[in-house]
């Protein structure tokens, strides 16, 4: 079987990924959308890291696609599969399955971890019945399940769990433990074994009566080592005022064990009473050396058996926390903004339609929004005769919204997620690249024009006809007349690459040049698409049409009267 299973990234060996920049994330927003799916810092790196690894395969984005859509539709499993993980990060943070030694801490410690093996197998079974929900219908969960399944299988966990059952049964049977002390002829001992481990407590009996029983009638000395059975004990007490109790000092007698609680993991038999500098005093640590290699055999079968499959719960199943965290945090969100009012839709993944998208609108901004009313929503196409848009419009107009929204599409699409539209269909891309303003201190050295040009030029060599460029504001940071020269240029080489690019700009001339740029080209279509305008207000909708540049201009001079005519009463000539 293979030694991992994903829910994010199947076909591994088939499939190639690209990671987007930082900068890309955060000029497409999905740095403040992860953000508002969990406060926790770390969910928000490992959810950002998934996301942003694309893939043109249309399989995994199709695969993804239903994993999402059967957890975002089952409440119930998100809310049992949570607490399953919660649970097992809880023992593998807290508990003791990472120590490696068992002598260190001894037999009952070993009892406690194999406690913890049991709490896993637990819940390795709670989530094979959470993935034989009928209602499943994704072929990422089932083949999860047939997955877990096989790890139970090959890990022996169900005949594990009833020898863990039944060990920790002797365990308990445990109640006291028979020691044997050599001493020699001033009765000092010299020596100490472990008899026998048995199952009853021993009973208190009159420390003189038996004491001088033992020693003074012959026939109660034993000529044998062998332990006759009887389980009264002699307490040695050093408060004893007795002479007796004064010899008994000297002599050692017998230790009498009883059981003590957890003290930070660790289990300690003690002995009672036990009188100081008369040899004794580490008993209770030879004591369970001694039990531990009586029991060497069964300590070396549990410790491979726990290194052996302790590893397949903790290692195998918990590395798809992360992956189940992915889907469940962008379900909870998702159920928030619908609950508010906001759309979303399962996108179709196309080989053949680059993109169609209705109604769609941009999440960071939607998040922001109270009134989830007061969103606009739009249509766009990538096709044959819409390859690269060159988009202008006033300012503060929503040309970046919608070039942001554009990139948000694809990111969540791909990355299995509902996205904020009433359709989408779209063949994904490879990579997303962008090509925002770069912030004032990464043009010190270069000047901003300088550096627009080598990340534009970097981006050129990267992309593919399978890449997705959105360009804000490129090469406006010059004079009209050389920023032009450049992007007409750079619009050409993108055309020569057949790339999605949507640049918006306040280049009207080269929204102007489309049909020129187009003229004699079989291969990609440069568009003119704009912000409409009602009357010089914006309206926040794009369409394909000609720049209207000279005609907005002209409704918001009207509109705040700095026309010539109605600033001097004149007509022109």
């Known amino acids: ?24 994330c955060h000029d497409l927003g999905l740095d403040a959308v992860c953000k508002s799916l969990t406060d926790d810092g770390k969910e928000q790196k490992l959810i950002m890291n998934i996301i942003s690894q694309l893939t043109a395969d249309p399989r995994v984005s199709a695969y993804r696609q239903k994993v999402f859509a059967d957890i975002l539709a089952l409440p119930e499993l998100r809310a049992k599969m949570t607490e399953l993980f919660d649970k097992m990060e809880f023992i593998r943070s807290f508990g003791t399955m990472h120590k490696n030694s068992d002598e260190e801490l001894g037999l009952w410690h070993l009892f406690h971890r194999l406690d913890e093996l049991n709490d896993y197998i637990n819940c390795v079974e709670a989530m094979r019945e959470c993935l034989s929900d009928e209602r499943i219908q994704s072929q990422g969960l089932k083949d999860l399940r047939s997955y877990i399944d096989e790890l139970y299988s090959e890990a022996y966990f169900a005949e594990m769990k009833k020898d863990i059952a039944a060990l920790r049964l ?78 008994m000092d000297k002599f050692g007698g017998f230790s009498a064990v009883r059981n003590s609680p957890f003290v930070d993991g660790n289990i300690r038999a003690t002995v009672v009473r036990t009188p100081d500098d008369d040899g004794t005093a580490n008993s209770t640590f030879y004591l369970e050396t001694v039990i531990n290699k009586m029991l060497g055999s069964l300590v070396k079968k549990l410790r491979d058996t726990l290194t052996k499959y302790a590893n397949v719960a903790i290692v195998n199943i918990s590395s798809l926390i992360p992956e189940f965290v992915y889907y469940i945090r962008f379900a909870e969100f998702i ?32 998040v922001n929004l109270e009134d989830k009313s007061e ?51 779209y063949r994904p891309v490879d990579c997303i690249y962008t090509h925002f303003p770069a912030d ?18 970097e981006i050129y060599t990267d992309c593919t006809a399978d890449s997705l460029v959105l360009m804000n504001e490129t090469f406006s940071t ?41 003229r004699g080209n079989e291969g990609a279509r440069v568009a003119s698409l704009i912000m409409k305008s009602d009357g010089g207000k914006r309206s926040f909708k794009v369409e394909v049409a000609s720049p209207e540049g000279m005609s907005y201009a002209s409704d918001i001079a009207k509109k705040y009267g700095v026309t010539y005519e109605m600033l001097t009463g004149r007509k022109e000539s």
Not at 1 to 24: C, G, H, R, V, W
Not at 393 to 410: D, E, M, P, S, Y
Request: glycine letters at 6%; aromatic letters at 10%.
């Open 440 to 457: 004032e201190d990464k043009t010190m050295d270069l000047g901003r024009l300088g550096e627009e040009c080598i990340r534009f030029k």
């Open 375 to 425: 969103i606009v929503p739009n249509d766009l196409d990538f096709d044959a005769d819409h390859t690269l848009y060159i988009l202008t419009g006033a300012n503060r107009g929503g040309k970046t919204t919608i070039t942001q929204a554009v990139g948000q599409l694809f990111a969540l699409a791909q990355g299995g997620i509902y996205v904020p539209a009433e359709s989408f269909a």
């Open 478 to 518: 010059t004079s009209f007349e050389e920023g032009y020269y450049i992007a007409r240029d750079s619009v050409r080489a993108l055309m020569e690459k057949n790339v999605r690019t949507i640049y918006n700009t306040h280049m009207h001339k080269l929204a102007s040049d489309a049909e020129e740029l187009n």
């Open 170 to 247: 002797k365990a308990s049977d445990v109640q006291s433990v028979t020691l044997g002390i050599n001493v020699n002829e001033r009765f000092e001992a010299v020596s100490m074994g472990l008899i026998s481990v048995n199952s009853k407590p021993f009973k208190k009996s009159g420390i003189v009566s038996n004491f001088a029983d033992a020693v003074s009638a012959k026939d109660k000395i034993q000529d044998t080592t062998d332990w006759d059975g009887d389980m009264h004990y002699r307490q040695i007490d050093k408060q004893q005022s007795m002479s007796i109790a004064e010899f």
């Open 1 to 24: 079987m293979n030694d991992a299973f994903s829910i994010l990234f199947p076909y591994k060996s088939e499939t190639t990924y690209k990671q987007l920049s930082p900068t890309a």
């Open 335 to 366: 159920g928030r903004l619908t609950d508010a009012g906001a759309r979303f839709c399962e996108a179709e993944v196309s080989d053949s339609t680059d993109m169609t998208a209705r109604g769609f609108y941009n999440l960071k901004l939607a």
